[in-house]
């Protein structure tokens, strides 16, 4: 279970930069975010970010639980044919700020992947205009075999 002052600053840091980045709003309320009926994680800037958030519905969907999921490096919520797709995606976020439409094929822990679309892609922009990481969410899930 994450310790509950990381998700107050984390879901507002989620919630300041999707609507500085969107335009857009997002409930701020960590509980809200956290138990949300779509999936939203982030991950740092760490030369191999690792993801750093992961509310309930994404810990589900991917199969981790929280402690795995935090310790998880990004690039393996995709398999590596998709990886360089995944790269690209997330250098044009970086540049432009954001994306609306993204989709992509996931795979879960157990291997069993899943396309997303519809996702949101953002950069993660704290109040001082650093970059702290890029965020996504999503809850359009189509199974694959």
């Known amino acids: 279970m994450p310790d509950p002052a990381f998700l107050r600053e984390h879901s507002a840091l989620l919630a ?4 500085r980045v969107t335009g857009q709003r997002l409930p701020s309320d ?3 975010l956290y138990n949300a009926p779509f999936a939203l994680v982030s991950h740092g800037i760490e030369d191999d970010p690792v993801f750093n958030y992961a509310n309930v519905f994404a810990q589900q969907l991917f199969g981790y639980a929280w402690a795995e ?4 490096p990004s690039r393996l919520s995709a398999r590596a044919p ?6 690209r995606l997330l250098e044009l976020v970086t540049r432009q700020g954001f994306i609306a439409d993204y989709s992509g094929i996931r795979v ?3 291997g069993t992947l899943f396309r997303i679309s519809r996702a949101t892609v953002w950069n993660v922009i704290d109040a001082q205009g650093v970059l ?3 965020a996504a969410m999503f809850s359009d899930i189509e199974e694959l075999q």
């Open 30 to 32: 960590a509980t809200t």
């Open 16 to 19: 300041d930069s999707f609507a």
């Open 108 to 110: 879960r822990r157990d």
């Open 132 to 134: 702290r990481g890029q």
């Open 69 to 72: 999921f935090i310790a998880l």
């Open 82 to 87: 998709e990886r360089d797709e995944r790269t």
